[in-house]
DNA sequence: ACAAAAGTGTTATCGCTACACCCATGT
DNA sequence: ACATGGGTGTAGCGATAACACTTTTGT
């Protein structure tokens, strides 16, 4: 087999892969799109960012804000411009899953799509504010609609990811306020691992973790006991991770 | 913005990306990567399989083994032939992780490459074994030569990847021989997770988790004490999933 | 006899679960 | 007064970390 190759790559230069059997350039063919799976929280409920599709194929149907990546533009930028095309956030936590690459799952053409996901707080972000795209919309995940392509697939992929993550790493927090009371944290929790837990418990082991800063501020027009106001403190977190810190939840 | 949208499409079609700006052949100009971070164990330490590329561009480097995925191929599926081409290593344990795409990543064009990481049983499987492929060699992983592309990179992404799920998921199995003492168990898990534990305890939490079936053989010709041998039992492991058992290490 | 690794038992501590109870606010 | 969620204390159970000890083989 060495032979037949070194031949080959004699007599044909290096244009061949590893089969020699295509050129080279026959495998410049595929274009690569970006879907973002971008969560919010509100009223106690995860929920799902969708757009109208305004352009065939799929035109009218709901579908992950994703677009084409340029072929002079990095991978991981596209993500955040196209992001912010679509929707106008910006900054906001984004972070990649995995690819999809089935022959069929696009109409036009040969379109390999990367997934990411972004955590956003809906209080902190305006989603479509400064958007120029289709209609955007926050679906409810535990009741999602029939998506474009493939992307019920993607999404539910990217839950699964997400909910392992954030058993493991602080990422809750993107998705609070900035000043959040420690009810409203687990209930996040509680919704994104759909796991109830105990108050009292839940609450230590929290605070035992020193991630919290305390505001020293409270709620206010609350019909019932005023809860103190915390945020994330990112700077301990960062120090406790050089310690061998673990979150764990 | 709307409007300029619709006149836009209705006077050229569809055929024009989210910016309106470039014709949709312009997009399908990339290429399609697969790179295979396969790992095994042997002489208690984990070794990962690289291979001395046979062509240009890198000819002669080290580099994981990958190749470019055919237009028409699913990318899973070429995940599993590209492995099996260049290493001979067939339905073994294949998990894809995260892609890369930076611009310049690849000499000769625009090439995506999408991570996939392997687990083998260096005693259940033979690399290289009927392979075509250019030299096949295995390396020490906390001791990696430099690798062509972003394949450095890619490996150290993959590791911490794997790291997190080892201790979720009882995927240590995958690289150990059929049969194995605990004693190997304890060593590999160490080995992946640089990590002592102590006999003892060890011992106590993985046999009552209940996944090892005891295969009433034992070592033979071993200079001290021989060790009872065990099997992964996989259909003990499923069924304690439904009942929502987690593996925990 | 000794080295080397297998294999077991005990104890003391820490963490966590479960549950009960009190507190402050708006209506 | 009551509904609602905030906030705290504790008793008991269970897991496990640490360590010491016994066993079986080859040389």
Chains 1, 2 share one sequence.
């Not at 900035?178 to 418990?201: P, S, W």
């Not at 915390?230 to 673990?246: H, V």
């Amino acid at each position: 087999m060495k032979e037949k190759k070194e031949v080959l790559e004699e007599v044909i230069g290096h244009q061949f892969s590893a089969y020699y059997k295509i050129p080279i350039d026959k495998f410049f063919q595929f274009a690569l799109s970006v879907d973002g799976v971008v969560l919010g929280y509100h009223e106690k409920g995860l929920k799902l960012l969708v757009i109208e599709r305004g352009t065939e194929p799929h035109l009218g149907k709901m579908a992950l804000p994703g677009d084409l990546v340029y072929p002079n533009e990095d991978l991981d930028l596209a993500a955040v411009r196209i992001l912010k095309d679509l929707t106008g956030l910006d900054n906001v936590y984004l972070k990649q899953t995995k690819s999809y690459g089935q022959v069929d799952r696009h109409p036009i053409g040969r379109v390999i799509t990367v997934g990411y996901y972004s955590l956003i707080s809906v209080d902190r972000y305006q989603p479509l504010a400064s958007s120029w795209a289709d209609n955007v919309f926050w679906v409810d995940i535990d009741n999602l609609p029939d998506l474009a392509f493939d992307h019920n697939v993607i999404v539910s992929e990217t839950l699964e990811i997400l909910r392992e993550r954030a058993r493991q790493q602080p990422i809750g927090f993107e998705l609070l306020p900035k000043e959040f009371t420690l009810g409203e944290m687990q209930a996040l929790y509680e919704a994104i691992l759909n796991e109830k837990f105990d108050k009292a418990n839940f609450r230590k082991r929290i605070l035992s973790m020193g991630l919290l800063k305390d505001t020293q501020r409270m709620q206010t027009d609350v019909p019932h006991r005023p809860a103190r106001l915390y945020m994330f403190d990112k700077d301990a977190y960062e120090s406790l991770l050089k310690k061998g810190f673990n979150f764990e939840l």
